[in-house]
């Protein structure tokens, strides 16, 4: 007859390789998540001042060049200068407002889902004190 073996087959130093193995696949997926988390922290889109000016600013220069082209190309197929332009230029001014104000909704949105980036004021938990 054959006796079971309190270590299933494997020697000692077989079970410290396997708990050592183990603990660092541990150690390293913890650090994999620190980096993940601290990754996200930062954000996919960079939200400095100046990225966020040229962002709103081409925005708006890109509706009313778009806006101005399109009244252009009007006058110039039905005849109608200068009123086709002056019409879709004000028109893509309107769409650029639009959009600056679609993208800074946007921002607000971003900056209050992650209080990490430092762009709005801190919320506290614990009450202020008071005052006597």
């Given at each position: 007859?054959?006796?079971?073996?309190?270590?299933?087959?494997?020697?000692?130093s077989?079970?410290g390789v396997?708990r050592?193995l183990?603990?660092?696949?541990?150690?390293?997926q913890?650090a994999?998540?620190?980096a993940?988390k601290?990754?996200?922290?930062e954000?996919?889109?960079?939200?400095?001042?100046?990225?966020?000016?040229?962002?709103l600013?081409?925005?708006?220069?890109?509706?009313?060049?778009?806006?101005?082209?399109?009244?252009?190309?009007?006058?110039?197929?039905?005849g109608?200068?200068?009123?086709?332009?002056?019409?879709m230029?004000?028109?893509?001014f309107?769409?650029?407002?639009?959009?600056?104000i679609?993208a800074v909704?946007?921002m607000?949105?971003?900056a209050?889902?992650?209080?990490?980036?430092?762009?709005g004021p801190?919320q506290?938990?614990?009450?202020?004190?008071?005052t006597?």
């Amino acid at each position: 007859m054959v006796n079971p073996q309190d270590n299933q087959g494997r020697t000692e130093s077989a079970g410290g390789v396997t708990r050592d193995l183990a603990s660092r696949i541990a150690s390293a997926q913890r650090a994999r998540d620190i980096a993940a988390k601290g990754a996200a922290a930062e954000g996919g889109r960079d939200n400095t001042g100046l990225a966020r000016g040229l962002r709103l600013g081409s925005e708006f220069a890109a509706a009313i060049l778009v806006g101005t082209g399109i009244g252009y190309l009007a006058d110039l197929g039905l005849g109608t200068s200068p009123w086709g332009l002056l019409i879709m230029l004000m028109v893509g001014f309107a769409a650029g407002v639009m959009n600056v104000i679609r993208a800074v909704n946007e921002m607000n949105k971003e900056a209050q889902a992650s209080p990490a980036t430092g762009a709005g004021p801190e919320q506290r938990d614990d009450p202020p004190a008071e005052t006597r």
